[in-house]
């Protein structure tokens, strides 16, 4: 068997880290930046951090906000026009997964036009070209779209997310500052950071997994284990702990895919806008739970990696259960609801149902599953 990995070209960590930027794009020679970003990252000034600097070498830019939380094919398509209309040569997306996706999806289409129609982007769409050069600044420690050769795109008219896989779409360079994260908000890193452990885990346990990214899949959750509370109460240990574990855990994924907890999340925040790391969350332990018989050992490395001590000395049915008792715990302890009381509507199930069996990431998951059982367990959830 032949495993591939994908990863950026180049990537930088670190406090201050952001400062590389000029010097990769005044050694490239480019002449302006597309800079896609949220409206709240604009209006809060976390944006800024990247324009002041561009502002302060004299470099020019045209920033594109029309982006929602969950990126919509319409975001997209007046991306594409408002890139075109620019004159820009290069991006810089800066944000979390939104504006991320957002900007794999115009820098795809502008470099493969034959792809204008976004929903011809679902799935390992044949395109041919590079997307256009692009640097990622993530400001959220889970998402890692960063180093991931995926995106999410949601169709509003038919309710649904669609994921895009393209080797294409990776960002050529990631800037990871944790000080571009540091005014996240207690619920957004959270969220964020509990999205990031959903990866590690799910890649970690999808079929597809092999000794590579085992290792990157091992280490992102022991770094998250230790950094997400920190992170939460605004540590810098914690930001900087849980700006690494995040990339670690999209080196690991991005490769070999995940399972039918993202696939089960993707609905929710399709069809109620729930925040993808919040549905992650929520949805991770019951997932764990029902595919634990599929595991083999792994569980118990997963559990020694969150802390839990003894594990050499337990059962399987002792190490599966601290392995999801660890899970739940970390999610409490940072807020995070138990169940999906208030968010999902039991008329809603069977349509969620039958889009988390047709998504993208179902495949990979570790255990084969039916519509019929993704439904129980989003009732086991109500």
Same mark, same amino acid.
């Given at each position: 068997?032949?495993?591939?990995?994908?990863?950026?070209?180049?990537?930088?960590?670190?406090?201050?880290?952001?400062?590389? /930027?000029? #010097?990769?794009? $005044?050694? *490239?020679? =480019?002449?302006?930046?597309?800079?896609?970003?949220? %409206? @709240?990252?604009?209006?809060?000034?976390?944006?800024?951090?990247?324009?002041?600097?561009?502002?302060?070498?004299?470099?020019?830019?045209?920033?594109?906000?029309?982006?929602?939380?969950?990126?919509?094919?319409?975001?997209?398509?007046?991306?594409?026009?408002?890139?075109?209309?620019?004159?820009?040569?290069?991006?810089?997306?800066?944000?979390?997964?939104?504006?991320?996706?957002?900007?794999?999806?115009?820098?795809?289409?502008?470099?493969?036009?034959?792809?204008?129609?976004?929903?011809?982007?679902?799935?390992?769409?044949?395109?041919?070209?590079?997307?256009?050069?692009?640097?990622?600044?993530?400001?959220?420690?889970?998402?890692?779209?960063?180093?991931?050769?995926?995106?999410? /795109?949601? #169709?509003?008219? $038919?309710? *649904?997310? =669609?994921?895009?896989?393209?080797?294409?779409?990776? %960002? @050529?360079?990631?800037?990871?500052?944790?000080?571009?994260?540091?005014?996240?908000?207690?619920?957004?890193?959270?969220?964020?950071?509990?999205?990031?452990?959903?990866?590690?885990?799910?890649?970690?346990?999808?079929?597809?997994?092999?000794?590579?990214?085992?290792?990157?899949?091992?280490?992102?959750?022991?770094?998250?284990?230790?950094?997400?509370?920190?992170?939460?109460?605004?540590?810098?240990?914690?930001?900087?702990?849980?700006?690494?574990?995040?990339?670690?855990?999209?080196?690991?994924?991005?490769?070999?895919?995940?399972?039918?907890?993202?696939?089960?999340?993707?609905?929710?925040?399709?069809?109620?806008?729930?925040?993808?790391?919040?549905?992650?969350?929520?949805?991770?332990?019951?997932?764990?739970?029902?595919?634990?018989?599929?595991?083999?050992?792994?569980?118990?490395?997963?559990?020694?990696?969150?802390?839990?001590?003894?594990?050499?000395?337990?059962?399987?049915?002792?190490?599966?259960?601290?392995?999801?008792?660890?899970?739940?715990?970390?999610?409490?302890?940072?807020?995070?609801?138990?169940?999906?009381?208030?968010?999902?509507?039991?008329?809603?199930?069977?349509?969620?149902?039958?889009?988390?069996?047709?998504?993208?990431?179902?495949?990979?998951?570790?255990?084969?599953?039916?519509?019929?059982?993704?439904?129980?367990?989003?009732?086991?959830?109500?």
């Amino acid at each position: 068997m032949v495993n591939r990995i994908v990863l950026n070209g180049i990537s930088y960590h670190g406090s201050g880290a952001i400062s590389a /930027i000029v #010097d990769e794009v $005044k050694g *490239r020679g =480019f002449q302006k930046a597309f800079i896609c970003s949220d %409206p @709240d990252l604009i209006k809060f000034g976390v944006t800024g951090k990247v324009t002041d600097l561009l502002d302060k070498n004299g470099m020019a830019y045209t920033v594109y906000s029309d982006i929602k939380a969950n990126p919509t094919i319409e975001n997209v398509q007046h991306g594409v026009k408002a890139f075109q209309d620019s004159g820009a040569d290069y991006m810089i997306a800066v944000g979390g997964g939104s504006s991320m996706d957002t900007a794999k999806a115009i820098g795809i289409i502008i470099t493969n036009p034959e792809f204008a129609d976004v929903r011809s982007l679902e799935g390992v769409a044949p395109t041919k070209n590079k997307c256009v050069f692009t640097i990622a600044v993530p400001t959220t420690a889970g998402t890692a779209a960063e180093v991931t050769i995926n995106y999410v /795109i949601t #169709d509003v008219e $038919k309710k *649904r997310k =669609f994921v895009c896989v393209d080797v294409h779409d990776i %960002p @050529d360079i990631a800037v990871i500052d944790p000080d571009m994260m540091s005014s996240m908000p207690k619920g957004l890193t959270a969220a964020t950071g509990m999205d990031a452990l959903t990866h590690a885990i799910e890649g970690f346990t999808t079929k597809a997994a092999w000794e590579m990214t085992d290792m990157f899949h091992l280490k992102a959750i022991e770094i998250i284990s230790r950094s997400l509370r920190g992170a939460v109460d605004n540590t810098p240990e914690g930001r900087e702990g849980m700006a690494l574990g995040q990339y670690i855990a999209g080196m690991g994924f991005s490769n070999v895919g995940l399972g039918i907890v993202h696939s089960m999340a993707h609905g929710l925040g399709a069809l109620y806008d729930t925040p993808h790391g919040v549905a992650n969350a929520i949805i991770l332990p019951t997932v764990m739970e029902y595919n634990a018989p599929n595991t083999g050992d792994k569980y118990r490395y997963i559990a020694a990696a969150m802390g839990v001590e003894g594990t050499e000395s337990m059962t399987q049915e002792q190490y599966r259960k601290a392995a999801v008792d660890a899970v739940k715990q970390l999610a409490a302890d940072v807020g995070i609801p138990s169940d999906l009381k208030g968010i999902l509507k039991e008329e809603d199930v069977d349509f969620l149902s039958e889009s988390a069996y047709a998504d993208a990431c179902r495949p990979g998951n570790p255990r084969d599953t039916s519509v019929e059982e993704i439904k129980q367990l989003y009732l086991s959830l109500l």
